[in-house]
């Protein structure tokens, strides 16, 4: 049998530790030496902040110092392989646990890194001796699937890294497994010491309320691709992209596979460099998929979730946010994905059609983990649902429609406070929509030489009456797709009629003269 392999060998990497990596390590130290052996430390550090440059130092101190094993959790295989080449090139002899590994050497390494439900399958088996393992490490420690490992080390140090010290459910809090947080560098101040790039936001008001949550507590898949795949959704997207991101390298996030199909046949068909990834792609399609991603400088790449973690490539300099998420931890990690700093590059652009920025706030603000990891629900509990986010809207005629009303200098129109006005006057709610016809009815006049004209300018105004329909539903309390779907025909029809029985009375007030013959 041989002899177990304590020694370091020579680090690989003349990468040196920035001072707030250092300062991180020192006080993970302190606990270690401080507290219990089996105590639950989680250190939060922003994505691109260096978790693993730290926890490999950790990793190399601690054998260093110690006797004991050392072993490293991971969620996915990415992170896994990429976990133990950090650590080779730290100086640490290490073994990966995966499904096909031969662990009849495993005396020989004094660390381990493995994939979380390979380990539990080995671990039942009692294929892997872990009697020797003095610290555990778990990166993305916000994942809940780690937690049912914890049996198998009630005399282990355990350390959690995550960006996001926030777990997705709410009976699953991560102050029940964790003893204590360390937060770590905020967003801003590496922002300001050039750690990481700036965030330029573009966002969108979007109408979310078909949406529907499933019972993870997002939103469904489902629901999500029914908005999302609709013409409408998908020429939004490609304006914005052509508005804000044309010719630069893009990553597209988006709430399911059919979506993320359907958006990469879009920009195809304007013949725009794009291609699509999923989980259904083969090791080597996506290694060819982020091979041309990488070479490619006005590369755009649509995806699911896929490369929220484990991913970097710092030429990136769009995120497009094309779904919404209830997540913060989501919506932390989509956007990070474009902020790594690469040459001169100091800031990135996002484009957010899911409301997200006003769900979660922005991208690095100054965010209370502390207060977070102590009382998770209380935080959870004060994210804005959709009806309140979209009660602020100022929902007007898109840019394209505007343009056939170039005569008008106000197209909007307030439901929601001529609804107010009119109940505090003691009027019907009817007079609500009466007013909003003849708004209506008056820019389609301003902009019109004769009725015909503006019948078809009526026609352009579709969106904006549902819009108003949409608003008004809420304020009478009647929102049946029904109910709605019928005022919308009717609300149509009266604009047509009061076209025509009104156009040469309200052209001759607009213009003081009646329309030529």
Known sequence: MQETVFELQDKKTDKELYSYQQGAIQQIFDKFDSEREDYHLLYQLPTGGGKTVIFSEIVRQYLKNHSKKVLVMTHRIELCNQTSEMLTNFGVVNKVVNSKANLDDQERYSCYVAMVETLNNRLNDDQLDISDVGLVIIDEAHYNSFTKLFKFFENSFVLGVTATPLSSNKDLPMNKNYDE????????NLIENDFLARAEVFHYDMGLTSLEVGS???YTVKSSADLYTSPAMLNKLLEAYSKHSKGKKTLIFNNGIETSIQVYHTFKAVGLPIMHLDNTATKKQRKQILRWFRETPDAILTSVSILTT???EPTIDTIILNRATKSLTLYYQMIGRGSRVLNNKSKFTVIDLGNNLYRFGPWGADLDWGAI???PNFYMDRIRDDEDIESDFKLDLSEEVKAEFKNSKETYFDIKETYETATFAGESSKVVLERSIAQHAYICIENSEDVYDAIAL????KEDIDNRIHVYGKCISKSTYNFLSWLKDDYQKKLNAYLRENF??????????PPED
């Not at 040469?504 to 003269?513: A, R, W």
């Open 216 to 218: 993870n507590g997002d």
């Open 310 to 312: 484990g991913f970097d």
């Open 504 to 513: 040469d009375s309200v052209f001759e007030d607009i213009h003081g003269h």
């Open 373 to 375: 990891f102590k009382s």
């Open 181 to 188: 947080l360390i937060p770590g560098e905020s967003i801003e």
């Open 458 to 461: 009526a026609k352009l105004l």
